[in-house]
């Protein structure tokens, strides 16, 4: 242990005062050999009512009190947009980069996505392409990138879904406007929005594991 003093939280993980105390020695013959102070033992608070305190706290935060400790993605965040030029066998369409979340979005927030209209299909299923880059830091919501180098965006994992069709023909497809935001749990929504009836379907992913 490189510090002069360690601190070890009473309570903590361990509740058995025997495993503690366990650990309290080894710490402490560890730093006695090393020439450093004894462990100072702080007083922990009872796990058992941690998420509840800290799911009160964070309503007492939202009604405008406390004090809210705020962070931000790592990354900034994209969804792939195909190309509408027509196919040509062998080779796959054009893809576009449009950044959705920008590097270091608070949870909780919206990014402002500028008025470009997409094609969305719907009733069929059609597979989602994300990506993250923890380098392009100066990129805002709505940046599309045509090329990029291969170190620049990372692929994330895909996700494959069926939009549901409702008013529309099953493979139609819908223009639509890009909402995005990150939840206070680190999940980027976004949101297509339909120019013409106010529709909304919507896709989530998880920005702290890549995983859906």
Known sequence: IGHPTAILFNGGVFKSSLLRERVHLSLNGWLEAAGAAPVRVLQGEDLDLGVAKGAAYYGYVRAGH????????????????????????GLP???TAVCLAPFGLEEGSHADMPAAEFGLVVGEPVRFRFFGSSTRREDQAGTALD?????????????????PAEQHAPG????????????????????????????????EFDTRDNSL
Do not use: C, H, N
């Open 66 to 89: 406390g004090i809210r400790i705020r962070g931000g993605t790592a990354m900034a965040y994209y969804v792939g947009v195909e190309s509408a030029m027509p196919a040509v066998p």
């Open 93 to 95: 369409p054009p893809l």
């Open 147 to 163: 090329f990029w180098e291969p170190e620049e965006l990372l692929p994330l994992q895909d996700i494959e879904v069926t939009l």
């Open 172 to 203: 139609e497809t819908v223009i639509v406007r890009l909402q995005a935001g990150v939840t206070e749990v680190g999940t980027l929504q976004l949101e297509a929005v339909a120019r013409s009836s106010g529709e909304r379907w919507k896709v």
